[in-house]
């Protein structure tokens, strides 16, 4: 807790010396003596003036006033989506706010921006699918010459790539080539067949044309999807709100950040606890006329020394309802401000209980130094 002390310096003016007398008689004459004697009569003259005197009282009290924010960030496929949401709990959490009494003027919109982000992703196009897959690669040892003509009979299958294994491999007539062969179906068994058929056919042929003993060097039967799928770019719109809370009930505080948790919101880590005017107003009110009352007695202790007394305040000002009343020159310093922080712990909504307990530091006394001071006249009586 801060505490300010603010120091009394006293400047004392007096005006007196050598020729007092006839300094009296000339004053006689003089229009601001003529005043004087109407504010304090005929035995009393203004020799000078008491500066700069002061009081200074600790008032405790306790805030009033606890501020915190809450954000909610909301996301959809379009800005309106997003907005849309965002705007929908916004006013759920307000309605229950207007049930605890906290009114429109204690809600401020700190902050409220749309933004967006892109990511790519694969979707599914078409229903999903899933076959069983038949791979099998297969070896021949054929003559250079008939390349084509094996070439054409492969395309008849299906089969449009025939590679050979080494170029070094074979002699300059003859070679070792290698084609690779698929077939689906949703039954293992099925597909396993469909290969088989396959290749007999084609080895019958490949025979016809005396290519002698193809070769099987890997066979696979496996299950796989093969839904159709595409990448498509998808775009997400974001709105983030950040509302500002007044609370004058400090007991409604554990009720409001639970409703904020419950619509998935994020609290502020910090609260900050303040007086309101009116609390202010009130509380130094209470005090003014004490203050003031100390004031003119500080005064008339430090002329009570001395054969001069204390004046009225050289300018006075009445409040509005013309009952209390200080001087224009008065001044008040205040040191009003306090910070406390509080902490959230929030439990599963599963437990046995079904609720989230928030744990919330109250706030420490709260101070106000504040500080009074004013010029006074000098007085002398006029037969001294």
């Known amino acids: 807790m801060k505490k300010i002390i603010f120091g009394v310096f006293i ?12 300094v009296f008689k000339e004053l006689k004459e003089d229009v601001n003596y003529q005043k004087e004697i109407k504010q304090y009569g005929t035995d009393k003259l203004v020799v000078g003036q008491l500066s700069n005197i002061s009081v200074t009282e600790i008032i405790k009290t306790t805030p009033d006033i606890a501020e915190f924010s809450v954000t909610y960030l909301t996301s959809g ?7 849309d949401k965002n705007a929908k709990n916004i006013e759920k959490l307000k309605e229950y706010l207007k049930t605890l009494g906290i009114q429109k003027s204690d809600l401020e919109t700190l902050n409220y921006r749309n933004y967006s982000s ?6 599914q196009v078409g229903p999903k699918k899933e076959e069983y897959e038949v791979v099998q690669n297969v070896e021949v040892y054929m003559p250079v010459n008939l390349f084509y003509q094996v070439l054409d009979i492969l395309e008849m299958y299906g089969i449009d790539t025939l590679d050979t294994m080494n170029s070094n491999s074979g002699s300059d007539l003859s070679r070792l080539y290698v084609f690779k062969m698929i077939e689906k179906n949703n039954n293992k068994d099925e597909a396993r067949r469909q290969m088989e058929m396959k290749f007999n056919t084609i080895k019958s042929k490949l025979e016809e044309l005396g290519i002698k003993t193809p070769e099987i060097t890997y066979y696979s039967n496996d299950k796989k999807d093969f839904t159709k ?14 509302l500002k809370l007044k609370v004058r009930n400090f007991e409604n505080l554990g009720k409001i950040i639970s409703k904020s948790e419950e619509l998935n919101m994020r609290i502020s ?3 900050n606890y303040s007086l309101s005017d009116e609390k202010q107003d009130q509380v130094m009110k209470e005090k ?32 509005e309802n ?17 910070v406390n922080n509080f902490s959230v712990k929030s439990y ?36 001294e």
Do not use: H, M
């Open 11 to 22: 400047l004392w003016s007096l005006t007196y010396g050598e020729g007092e007398k006839e």
């Open 77 to 83: 496929s379009t800005a309106a989506e997003s907005s």
């Open 118 to 123: 892109s990511e790519s992703e694969i979707v």
């Open 229 to 242: 799928t595409e990448k498509k770019i998808k775009k997400t719109y974001f709105v983030e709100n950040t």
């Open 269 to 271: 880590s910090e609260i």
């Open 288 to 319: 003014e006329k004490e203050i003031f009352e100390k004031l003119l007695s500080k005064v008339d202790r430090i002329l009570n020394v001395s054969k001069y007394s204390s004046g009225d305040p050289v300018i006075l000002s009445f409040n």
């Open 322 to 338: 013309g009952i209390n009343f200080r001087p224009n020159n008065l001044n008040y310093s205040i040191n009003s401000n306090y």
């Open 348 to 383: 599963d909504q599963n437990e046995s209980n079904g609720t989230s307990e928030v744990v919330i530091q109250t706030p420490s006394e709260y101070e106000i130094t504040l500080t009074l001071s004013g010029n006074f006249d000098i007085l002398k009586k006029t037969d």
